[in-house]
């Protein structure tokens, strides 16, 4: 039988379970940080979550079809997400034209100056990565980018942007390495990006 990463004597002797168990305390760190600054603003986490995506992302992909699928929620459950938000008059609908039914996302002023604040909740996880070598944080980042790879392939997270998923990406000439070929060019560790307005689906 599979030893839990949370059983401390198998923990204790086993560096994966140690690595599973420290990024669950990061992932609550994530969890503790958004709510306080949720809290400041009388927002719940999602909504908060929502706004700082909207800042960030192409009208493209500001609507709830898109949303539902980037936060694993309901098209529904995103709906009402959006009408709070809407009420607090922190977004607005953009309609579109040829279908009414369907609508562009758009912060307000008041939604987007909320969103900038709180899009900095991430700063005490940042300090210590600063700190890093370079070589670590590039070994960091590429061991990342392999249990994402992992958990998107297995279904567990949906939407990917990041470059090993794109179908502009492919390994570099020598097997090692990385290349882009809509930018048509190598991509270095540092390049490799996580969310990429450019990115398509592999099919
Ligand atoms: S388009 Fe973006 S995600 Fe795709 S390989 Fe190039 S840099 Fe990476």
């Not at 009408?83 to 034209?97: A, P």
């Not at 990565?129 to 998107?152: A, G, M, T, V």
Request: include cysteine; glycine fraction near 2%.
């Amino acid at each position: 039988m599979n030893k839990s990463d949370f059983d401390l004597t198998h923990q204790n002797q086993s560096i994966e379970s140690k690595i599973v168990a420290s990024l669950e305390r990061v992932a609550q760190a994530f969890r503790a940080l958004l709510w306080q600054e949720s809290k400041e603003f009388s927002l719940s986490p999602i909504q908060v979550q929502v706004l700082i995506f909207l800042l960030h992302h192409s009208s493209e992909k500001r609507k709830v079809s898109y949303l539902a699928d980037e936060f694993n929620m309901t098209k529904a459950t995103i709906s009402d997400t959006i009408k709070t938000l809407e009420h607090k008059d922190l977004i607005v609908k953009e309609y579109e034209l040829s279908d009414t039914r369907s609508y562009t996302i758009n912060l307000t002023p008041k939604g987007k100056e909320i969103a900038n604040k709180t899009s900095l909740f991430t700063q005490e996880i940042h300090t210590p990565i600063d700190q890093l070598h370079p070589d670590d944080k590039e070994n960091l980042l590429l061991s990342l980018l392999d249990i994402i790879r992992h958990l998107n392939k297995t279904g567990i997270i949906t939407i990917q942007r990041m470059c090993m998923t794109c179908a502009y990406y492919s390994p570099s000439k020598q097997g090692q390495g990385h290349f882009c070929n809509l930018l048509h060019q190598p991509l270095r560790t540092n390049d490799l990006r996580i969310d990429c307005p450019e990115h398509e689906m592999q099919k």
